[in-house]
């Protein structure tokens, strides 16, 4: 079977190409779809490589919140945007290897979809957006509207992500993940939370236990509600334990290669008492027991 191969010089070409083309798969770094064409998984019609589109790979501070572009990669996002965006500078530090963070991308992350995508949990806490651009205009996604099933989006096939807009943090942001090893490792569960003090709520993300990257709605309401966000005290015992339960009551996970569905529940309730207790002493200037 042959694969088409298009290479556009310039923003507007890509586009043009991606009209022309809604078969042709987009590619920037390759971490994810190069491993699927080389394990035969799936052999794409054709290849839009946007390697050579100018002002993709870099990043702006717009206001309150970071504009992401399409072709910015881990690496990068890890070195300059640590202060900014701790929960996905977290996330990407625990990215495949340094090989694959110097040429994997936060877009590419989303245009997969995969439900074990490290950057999903922390984007869905931060409240981020997507930036989808076709030859019809530019449109924004929030970022939980964005993942529609198993490794697929809200994109139109004509679409590409242009760039992803994420809030500043206005508090402090943990990422938690769990593997079958230390390092180099698809994540078994993962989980963000991301604290907004300033509208007394707090965000969360859970990966790799649905079918889709997900929040934990009523896990989010009890925490608005139950935090003692303005006297700064230490977190309830029993409030963190309730936390973890709605985190993984909120999943739906499955028996697979990499761990059982009642693991992976109980690894999520762990983990999210984990996150708060860092993330609260964090707020409230304790260090951690």
């Known amino acids: 079977m042959t694969m088409d191969f298009l290479r556009p010089r310039t ?18 770094g390759g971490t994810d779809v190069m491993v699927e064409i080389n394990l035969d998984k799936g052999r794409p019609a054709a290849l839009l490589d946007l390697t050579a589109v100018a002002g993709l790979d870099g990043w702006t501070r717009e206001g309150g919140e970071v504009r992401l572009g399409a072709g910015l990669t881990y690496a990068r996002l890890i070195a300059e945007l640590g202060a900014e965006l701790p929960g996905l500078a977290q996330a990407s530090r625990t990215v495949g290897s340094p090989q694959i963070r110097n040429r994997g991308t ?17 984007l869905l806490a ?20 964005f993942y529609t099933g198993v490794k697929r989006n809200a994109l139109a096939p004509d679409e590409l992500i242009r760039a992803v807009r994420v809030p500043v943090a206005a508090g402090p942001q943990y990422f938690s993940k769990i593997g079958t090893r230390n390092a180099m490792v698809i994540a078994v569960c993962s989980f963000a939370v991301a604290l907004h003090p300033g509208e007394r709520r707090a965000g969360t993300g859970i990966g790799s236990a649905a079918p889709t990257p997900r929040r934990a709605a009523e896990a989010e309401e009890l925490l608005a509600g139950g935090l003692d966000w303005e006297g700064r005290g230490p977190l309830d015992p029993g409030l963190a334990r309730r936390f973890g339960e709605l985190v993984a009551g909120a999943a739906s996970p499955i028996d697979d290669v990499r761990g059982r569905a009642d693991y992976r529940l109980h690894a999520l309730a762990v983990m999210a008492r984990r996150t708060l207790g860092w993330a609260w002493n964090d707020y409230t200037g304790r260090a951690a027991a």
């Open 126 to 145: 931060s409240g981020a957006v997507v930036e989808a651009a076709s030859v019809r205009g530019t449109r924004t996604i929030p970022i939980d509207a």
């Open 11 to 28: 923003w507007d070409e890509a586009l043009a190409f991606k009209a022309e083309r809604p078969d042709a798969t987009p590619i920037q």
């Open 106 to 122: 936060v877009a590419g992350n989303l245009g997969a979809a995969s439900p074990a995508g490290d950057s999903h949990p922390p």
